[in-house]
């Protein structure tokens, strides 16, 4: 590797020990019941050895509790260097004394008292302490390629009477697990016998011993519903490096404003990627992604084969009976496609394992801020000083958006302020006052330098492996360097600062007003500016050489330390209101950005008109507007679409049971998805999807009285009320289509 790349040599970045090989981390005994961390180690050969380290877990608190809690625990002590008020640290012989002693120091698992009394401090994960104390990262010295991946995605059978697999239900069942393992060889497990399939499926992992295993939706379908049926069935489903089986608790994952609710699951000596997680963390950025299941997300990225199988979930028993080479055909190339997309969207988040004093498992659900301030907290304690606690809260004034024109705007030109917000910083030093080691400022300026270098090492790179792994270190590094700023306004972080978070939104107001009068009295006309980009129509340029040269005045014109990107042209944008637009690139492609436009609480068929409507308009052949609108009118008129096309899939987030105690108990609104499932008289529960439709003939109807199961859709009987789903069409009509181009209604 370029020696300008070596992460080793900078300890605040990625740790001071650079122990190489290390491949997942789990807490436990040894044989004379003494505390510490199982170590899994990769060494040069590709052999996995284990070594157990002894490991004394530890807290943070102030001076004013070291007599309460010796008194009780028998702590070793280390005083700590500096002004912050969590100046002492407190080693303890196991985790369950150590939790004793947080839960004399006040209720809860972290910080206790109110939050300028904070009194005490302690990281709620074992592996994590180990790491953050001992200075080491997992997979030091590794490339992404040496690592030990298997894919694992399974298909199932479901009773009569229900669409979607449950595993507590005897009568749904694994028919197949298909695992994709080291250069792509794919296995398919299959037996009549579930219990036995299962023991197979343990021993092929046991055999194989892979670091990782990945999977689409992998949490909260396929290893749930393996360990699930494991236990049903009473088979061991000890899947560890030690044998073991894998420890679940309930878990939160947070990807922009959604919030997923899971089953998080650990196995000793291995990390779970879940694939669908990466996808969703990936769309917060680029808000491409018309959904996150296997097939959507690769067919947006071109992964999926053109000769892949595709087969109905309904018809997966009949399959299963009747044709199960094809069966095996679609699930090989569900595994398949799998591992594609973990080969593309899991490389940062390995890039970042190597820097963070985290496993690689939380590596890939832990948010931008947190990891920060983990980075912070570990430069703290390997200089021995205290930690400060979190500063109060407060509001302040955000970004700068705005838009200037709404409809199609043609040959619109987009730049974009690189890292705006960390450049500001860094120009103005600006900086948590409580950082008094600096460690936040140099943390910033070294992880852009390394990106930069890292971006040069990727041109330069002299093959496709090599680019890859650079690629993916500089965006992973990206990422991290935008999110500096967002940890100043993170009320947990140790560090946070509002004062400097206003300040640094102030700033940015205050450039990007600039560059919108700059624009304006050189001729431009900006059409929307959102933070740190600007969407403008370029004054006419006569060649080539005149349009640089306006970029050249631009830039120049800019505050020192300020740099831009002309990061795209396109030959049309539908402005439609603030964060929500149409783009249509010089190549045909349409980019769609923003809820309003692309909602994935819309029906299929309001999705698919919209996107016709959009590239209609971008393409300026508004003259067919009203033949398209008429078009779908007359397939709702005269029932022409499947189910599909009209139905919802919902998650039910509660069981029936709970859903009917909250109506009695706080008068929660009804919900289709929840009476449909109440009133089957079917085993639901938490977790289950429900698809459904709305039947009638009148437009006007509660939703939640007129809903039917869409399973229960008898296409020789249609039901589906065509007056409700004609207003839903001409609502968006009337929206995304102008007035004179609407069809006459009769």
């Excluded at 909602?599 to 507007?625: C, I, K, N, P, T």
């Amino acid at each position: 590797m370029n020696k300008a790349l070596d992460i080793g040599n900078i300890t605040s970045l990625s740790g001071h020990d650079r122990s190489a090989g290390i491949v997942a981390a789990f807490p436990g005994h040894d044989a004379d019941e003494t505390y510490g961390i199982q170590l899994f180690v990769r060494d040069e050969s590709g052999e996995c050895t284990s070594r157990f380290e002894r490991f004394r877990p530890f807290a943070w608190v102030n001076e004013a509790l070291v007599a309460d809690i010796c008194e009780d625990y028998d702590p070793e002590i280390t005083e700590l260097s500096g002004k912050g008020a969590l100046n002492r640290l407190l080693f303890f012989r196991d985790w369950k004394t150590l939790r004793a002693a947080v839960r004399k120091c006040g209720r809860g698992s972290g910080r206790g008292g109110a939050k300028n009394g904070v009194q005490h401090y302690f990281i709620n994960d074992p592996v994590q302490q180990y790491l953050m104390y001992s200075g080491r990262t997992m997979f030091g010295g590794m490339h992404f390629e040496e690592l030990c991946r298997m894919q694992v995605d399974i298909e199932c059978v479901v009773s009569e009477g229900f669409e979607f697999c449950n595993p507590d239900r005897p009568g749904d069942r694994i028919v197949a697990i298909g695992c994709c393992c080291a250069g792509g060889d794919v296995e398919i497990i299959s037996d009549k016998d579930e219990s036995g399939m299962l023991r197979r499926f343990v021993q092929f992992v046991r055999d194989k011993d892979p670091d990782v295993i990945e999977g689409h939706n992998l949490f909260n379908f396929d290893m749930n519903y393996l360990c699930r049926r494991a236990k049903l069935l009473n088979v061991k489903f000890g899947i560890g490096r030690d044998g073991s089986e894998p420890a679940v608790r309930s878990s939160r994952f947070q990807a922009g404003e959604r919030t997923v609710q899971y089953d998080r699951y650990d196995i000793c000596g291995r990390n779970i990627i879940d694939t669908m997680f990466l996808a969703q963390l990936y769309d917060i950025s680029f808000r491409s992604l018309g959904g996150f299941g296997l097939k959507s997300v690769a067919r947006h990225f071109g992964l999926a084969a053109e000769n892949r199988t595709y087969v109905d979930a309904a018809d997966m028993a009949r399959l299963y009976r009747e044709e199960p080479e094809k069966l095996q055909a679609y699930l090989h190339d569900d595994v398949v496609e799998t591992r594609r997309i973990a080969d593309l969207l899991s490389r940062s988040y390995f890039a970042q394992v190597q820097i963070l004093p985290y496993t690689y498992q939380d590596t890939a659900v832990r948010g931008n801020a947190t990891k920060i301030d983990a980075l912070l907290v570990r430069e703290y304690l390997r200089q021995g000083y205290a930690l400060p606690v979190p500063g109060e809260q407060r509001s302040f004034e955000g970004g700068y958006t705005d838009l200037f024109e709404e409809g199609v705007i043609n040959n619109v030109h987009h730049c974009d302020v690189r890292s705006l917000y960390p450049s500001i910083m860094l120009a103005s030093d600006i900086a948590p006052e409580n950082d008094e080691l600096g460690v936040f400022p140099g943390l910033l300026s070294v992880l852009r330098d390394f990106r930069l270098n890292a971006r040069r090492a990727a041109m330069e790179a002299r093959n496709a492996a090599e680019k890859a792994h650079y690629d993916a270190l500089q965006a992973s590094f990206k990422i991290l360097i935008n999110s500096f700023y967002g940890y100043l306004g993170f009320a947990q972080g140790h560090f946070c600062d509002f004062t400097a978070a206003a300040e640094v939104t102030r700033r940015g107001r205050e450039l990007l007003t600039f560059m919108i009068d700059w624009l304006r009295e050189h001729g431009a006309r900006p059409i929307e500016i959102d933070t740190d980009g600007v969407y403008y129509v370029p004054p006419a340029f006569a060649d080539d050489a005149e349009q640089q040269a306006f970029e050249a005045a631009f830039v120049e014109a800019l505050p020192e330390g300020i740099e831009v990107e002309f990061d795209g042209c396109y030959k049309a944008m539908f402005s439609y209101k603030m964060k929500n637009y149409a783009l249509l690139c010089e190549g045909g492609e349409m980019i769609i950005k923003g809820a309003a436009l692309k909602s994935r609480g819309l029906e299929l068929f309001q999705r698919r008109y919209l996107e016709e409507v959009l590239r209609l308009r971008l393409e300026g052949r508004d003259a067919e507007l009203a033949a398209v609108t008429e078009r779908y009118r007359q397939s709702i008129r005269n029932r022409e679409w499947p189910v599909e096309m009209f139905s919802k899939t919902e998650t039910l987030q509660d069981s029936p049971a709970l859903y009917e105690k909250k109506r009695r108990d706080s008068g929660r609104s009804r919900s289709a998805a929840y009476e449909l499932a109440v009133a089957s008289g079917r085993e639901y529960r938490a977790g289950d999807q429900v698809s459904y439709y709305v039947a009638g003939t009148r437009k006007s109807v509660a939703v939640h009285e007129a809903a039917r199961l869409a399973a229960d859709w008898d296409p020789e009987n249609r039901d589906e009320n065509i007056p409700y789903y004609l207003a839903k069409l001409d609502a968006l009509s009337k929206k995304f289509v102008p007035e004179d181009r609407q069809p006459e209604l009769f």
